[in-house]
């Protein structure tokens, strides 16, 4: 019984102090509550402080990069610009080098001053010449091309070979007073096979009934030659022949054709001169013949009008 009592006892004294002691632990507890609120917030207010500092941190490291981005992009350009303008002063140098003139000399072979200065007066700003020494001011530019068609001129030149027949024709029979005076009596067709082949192509043109073909003429000259000018051998009469502009074109043996700027027969008598016939810009196949031209002729040995026919046949010796 004692020991219930105490225990009564005790337990009462427990509540006592618990009751005595309530308001002051709920007081604790309550600003215990408070306190961890407030370090609640100041972490809370610290966490967001960091994370605004981090963004804030980040930001400025992009902005920083955004900068050294657009230092770089302007070193770039800055770099580039610099190379270019010295390209471009480089590029300035090298074309005043090339305008420069300079002075060259040249020792020809083949070729004559005056008719290399006349195909290459594109090249050369002036020049000056004794024998066949050359001497030409060119700007520094124009030396390359220069010299490639001075080595495509300066060659020997081949020779041709003109071989000039000159043919009276006649509508009808020549007059007795007429044959008398020719060395060969004339005949209804021309013995030369060669220059019948090119008569007969040309039949359909012409009505001639009797042909006389006088002595042919040899004239070789060489290839790119000047103005020529030549008496024909004449049984007969008097002619003279001029060949003007005289070139070879192209290089393959046997299909080279001759041009000749200009063909000009003349004849000569005691009153005065003729031209018989005028011819511009011909063509003449190699070792072809060609017909140059065709005139009416009047002669004081035959009382008839007579043709005058020109042909040429051209070898490249």
Known sequence: MKSFLRCVFGLALLVSLIA???PVLLGQAE???AETAKILERQKAEAARQADQAQAQTEAKKAQQEIEEVRRRAQIEQTEAKKALEQQRAETQRQMAELEIVIKTYALKYINPNELMQ????YVVDSTSFNNVLTVRIRKKDIAAFEELLKKLDVERKNIQFQIYTIIASRGPFSEDYVKRLPNKPSADLENHDLKKVFDELKGLWNFKAYYMDN???ITLKDGSGPVSSRLVSSLYDFDIELFGVQIR???AGKRPISV???QLN???AERGATLIETKDLSIKENGYLVVGVSGFNSLYSPESL???????????
Do not use: M, V
């Open 250 to 252: 192209g290089d393959e």
């Open 261 to 263: 700027g200009r063909i």
């Open 216 to 218: 042919p003429s040899f």
């Open 31 to 33: 600003q215990t509550s």
């Open 267 to 269: 004849q000569n008598t």
């Open 119 to 122: 195909a290459t007066r594109f």
């Open 20 to 22: 005595w002691n309530a």
């Open 307 to 317: 043709a005058l026919i020109l042909i040429i046949r051209a070898e490249i010796k």
